[in-house]
């Protein structure tokens, strides 16, 4: 895993689980290790990984760290839709994002969509004959602490 891609404390939630135990042999290639890391300047206190969740060279806890291709706003993927298909799509969005207040969040690009829920919202859309323009209206690189 490339350790020299750009984090800042200010990019990892503060309910993430920070690990602090260096000597764990998964320790290199694990996010909540890599959080603790990274602490707030003035934080002393937060979600921690106890030692308890080492089980020998395995952690219950152990989150395998990744990069992902974030993507912001999807004003983008909505400028060619037909006026009919409107509502019901964005209604199905809101649904699968968790509703009215989540999804304008998402719509304006105020949180992340994972690439996981990227490929929902596109496979949605060619399920309603979209094949172009299916894109967000930013993409991002980042560790991945969802």
């Given at each position: 895993m490339d350790t020299n891609f750009p984090l800042t404390p200010e990019q990892i939630p503060p309910s993430f689980e920070r690990c602090?135990?260096?000597?764990?042999?998964?320790?290199?290639?694990?996010?909540?290790?890599?959080?603790?890391?990274?602490?707030?300047?003035?934080?002393?206190?937060?979600p921690a990984v106890y030692p308890t969740a080492r089980q020998?060279?395995?952690?219950?806890?152990?989150?395998?760290?990744?990069?992902?291709?974030?993507?912001y706003g999807f004003k983008t993927i909505f400028a060619e839709?037909?006026?009919?298909?409107?509502?019901?799509?964005?209604?199905?969005?809101k649904a699968y994002l968790g509703g009215n207040t989540t999804?304008?969040?998402?719509?304006?690009?105020?949180?992340?969509?994972?690439?996981?829920q990227?490929?929902?919202?596109?496979?949605l859309f060619r399920k309603y004959g979209y094949t172009e323009?299916?894109?967000f209206d930013e993409y991002r690189d980042l560790y991945d602490f969802t």
């Open positions: 602090f135990q260096s000597d764990c042999p998964q320790a290199a290639t694990c996010a909540r290790y890599l959080a603790g890391q990274h602490i707030p300047a003035g934080r002393v206190a937060g020998g060279d395995k952690c219950v806890k152990y989150k395998r760290t990744r990069i992902m291709h974030a993507a839709v037909k006026k009919k298909d409107d509502t019901l799509l964005r209604n199905r969005i999804y304008y969040r998402y719509h304006r690009g105020e949180r992340l969509l994972t690439p996981e990227q490929q929902w919202i596109v496979n323009n299916l894109w």
